[in-house]
């Protein structure tokens, strides 16, 4: 139920906590056999503003990545460092909807609306 729907799906990991990295292997087990077919997976390693007490290398998470097609960066959350990059990468790989999928789901389109602090000249 979770995933019915689902076009992305973010799986997060503290690389200051091994386990919580051998935990992120365990969800996406589950979601590769409950998911849709078609999910965009983007793998996160959150908090590399404290890489001074990394436990999960890098290399080891991108390579992990890599073997299951999934998207891989290290954000920090409290700094703000790589997370609208990841959200950049994950819009790149959704595909556009069709017309008749649109219509069949009641889905709605989100367009950017002007910001009404901006003021347009002549």
């Keep these: 139920m979770y995933y019915r729907g689902s076009a ?10 091994l386990e919580s990295f051998q935990t992120l292997k365990k969800w996406v087990k589950e979601l590769k056999e409950h ?4 999910i965009v997976v983007a793998i996160a390693g959150n908090k590399n503003d ?5 436990e999960v290398p890098t290399k080891e998470a991108k390579e992990f990545a890599e073997s299951i ?23 790149k790989q959704i595909p556009p909807l069709q017309n008749a999928e649109v ?20």
Excluded: H, M
């Excluded at 998911?35 to 078609?38: I, S, T």
């Excluded at 404290?50 to 990394?54: M, P, S, V």
């Excluded at 097609?69 to 819009?91: D, G, H, M, P």
């Design 50 to 54: 404290l890489g001074d007490i990394r």
């Design 35 to 38: 998911g849709p077919e078609d």
């Design 8 to 17: 992305a799906a973010v799986i997060v990991y503290d690389i200051t906590k």
């Design 69 to 91: 097609a999934a998207i891989f960066i290290e954000t920090s959350a409290r700094n703000a460092v790589n997370v609208e990059e990841l959200f950049q990468k994950i819009s």
């Design 103 to 122: 219509e069949s789901n009641d889905s709605f389109k989100l367009t950017r609306q002007p910001n009404p602090t901006t003021r347009r000249c002549c």
